[in-house]
Nanobody, 122 residues
Framework: QVQLVESGGGLVQAGGSLRLSCAAS????????MGWYRQAPGKQRELVAT???????NYADSAKGRFSISRDNTKNTVYLQMNTLKPEDTAVYYC????????????????WGQGTQVTVSS
């Protein structure tokens, strides 16, 4: 079973940068897509960025041009470099991974991290 452990959140002033990391550990076959979602108080969880095992990326409009997602498949780790942060980026950021089933092609399981708080002060 996959466990996701996030790190890198914190408090930063507007215009600053943070880098989030998320490492997958445990016993598993392989991981397909990894990514980041976020949830602000009183709002639904929303996509920030995802990256496939082949390196194809997808960004929310709010992240384009400011955030960059990358991945180290040898370490089963995904990163989110966040630049030019804004107060509206304040949220709990959740790491996501799609775990492939060992026996059934196309079957995947959604795995979530515990979340890391990012707070951007104005």
């Amino acid at each position: 079973q996959v466990q996701l452990v996030e790190s890198g959140g914190g408090l930063v002033q507007a215009g600053g940068s943070l880098r989030l990391s998320c490492a997958a550990s445990g016993t598993f076959f392989s991981i397909d897509t990894m990514g980041w979602y976020r949830q602000a108080p009183g709002k639904q969880r929303e996509l920030v960025a995802t990256i496939t095992s082949g390196g194809r990326t997808n960004y929310a409009d709010s992240a384009k041009g400011r955030f960059s997602i990358s991945r180290d498949n040898t370490k089963n780790t995904v990163y989110l470099q966040m630049n030019t942060l804004k107060p509206e980026d304040t949220a709990v950021y959740y790491c996501y991974a799609a775990e492939r089933d060992r026996y059934y092609v196309g079957v995947k399981y959604d795995i979530w991290g515990q979340g890391t708080q990012v707070t951007v002060s104005s």
